[in-house]
């Protein structure tokens, strides 16, 4: 399976960001458990934002009121909205995949987008 991540490298304050990820070599529909984004601030560890499984979505206590998750099956897409951004959401993006026989453990990742909010 690859994945790749795509959308704006610089977002305002206060904006909106998207960011989608497209999927090859497997289906997010029928294929795999886990399909969700993570993210890595400059200079800090690794941050597990979202994932949707079997058709619903999860999100992180600490970003859930500003995240979603939806997936576009007749694309093999899904695609991260984080709203109210701030600096503080400055890191590089990974959209990531994880099978089914472990409990979220990505094993798939794309090559991350570095996104940049400016204040």
């Known amino acids: 399976v690859q994945l790749q991540e795509s959308g704006p490298g610089l977002v305002k304050s206060s904006q909106t960001l998207s960011l989608t990820c497209t999927v090859s070599?497997?289906?997010?529909?029928?294929?795999?458990?886990?399909w969700g984004w993570i993210r890595q601030p400059p200079g800090k560890g690794l941050e597990w934002i979202t994932y949707?499984?079997?058709?619903?979505?999860f999100y992180s206590p600490s970003l859930k009121t500003r995240t979603s998750n939806s997936r576009d099956t007749s694309k093999n897409q899904f695609t991260l909205e984080l709203t109210s951004v701030t600096p503080e959401d400055t890191a590089v993006y990974y959209c990531?995949?994880?099978?089914?026989?472990?409990?979220?453990?990505?094993?798939?990742w794309g090559q991350g987008i570095l996104v940049t909010v400016s204040s």
């Open positions: 070599g497997a289906s997010i529909a029928t294929d795999r458990c886990y």
């Open positions: 990531v995949s994880g099978g089914c026989d472990v409990y979220w453990a990505p094993d798939a």
């Open positions: 949707i499984t079997r058709g619903s979505p």
